[in-house]
């Protein structure tokens, strides 16, 4: 359970999907309530697939690229640092690429956009994927695996919950009150990317 809940709580913490709801309710707000619901499945869906096979394909692609368990947590922790920068100063969508103009323009030719960009790179993105593969390193027994998996799907259901809910999130918070909340978010993914990086850089001068 205590794995269960530290999965769970630096996963959620590295995704934010409340920080994701302005750009979904602006990407479905010509969308009726059936299709904003099934694109809101389509795109929890696709992320929980992609943190699944992130997690179980770690130990494969640091052994194919020769990458060390303390380098990989030192470039995740840094990148998921800047995630918490960006969410803290408000840049969050501009960090992930949404206000690049091609990037506008190919959404407004987009008929469906539960692949890209909500799943990549709005939720599932290199922070919660380098966070995985470090997890996938971390954990190695079976009952732990499990865990972690069950972790990954509670944040995909409760992913779920915030984007079939999204046009009331943002009518209730508003901008203002949805800002607030991803700042608070950004300072706790901040700390775990310190965290991150600090605990490899101790295990490097131990080694």
């Given amino acids: 359970m205590d794995i269960f809940l ?14 994701t709801v302005p750009v979904f ?16 499945f389509l795109t929890t869906l696709n992320v929980v697939v992609i943190l699944i096979i992130s997690f179980f394909a770690g130990t494969y692609l640091l052994a194919f690229f020769g990458i060390s368990l303390n380098a990989l947590r030192i470039a995740g922790g840094m990148i998921i640092v800047t995630s918490g920068f960006a969410l803290l100063t408000g840049t969050f969508s501009k960090h992930k690429g949404m206000k690049n103009k091609k990037v506008q323009k190919d959404l407004d ?11 990549i790179p709005m939720l ?3 922070g919660s994927i380098s966070l995985l593969i470090t ?35 943002s009518k209730f918070l508003g901008a203002s009150g949805i800002n607030a909340i991803s700042r608070i978010v950004g300072f706790i993914v901040i700390s775990i990317g310190v965290e991150y990086i600090s605990a490899a850089v101790i295990s490097i001068f131990k080694i």
């Fill in 135 to 169: 997890f996938n390193q971390e954990y190695q027994k079976w009952s732990a695996i499990l865990w972690v998996v069950l972790a990954v799907l509670a944040v995909g259901l409760a992913t779920y919950i915030i984007l079939r809910s999204s046009h009331y999130i």
């Fill in 109 to 119: 030719k987009r008929e469906k956009f539960s692949l890209t960009p909500l799943a």
């Fill in 25 to 40: 309710v602006g990407l479905t707000s010509d969308e009726s309530i059936s299709e904003r619901n099934k694109t809101s």
């Fill in 124 to 126: 599932a993105g290199p």
């Fill in 6 to 19: 530290y999965v769970f709580a630096a996963l959620f913490s590295v995704i934010n999907p409340l920080g």
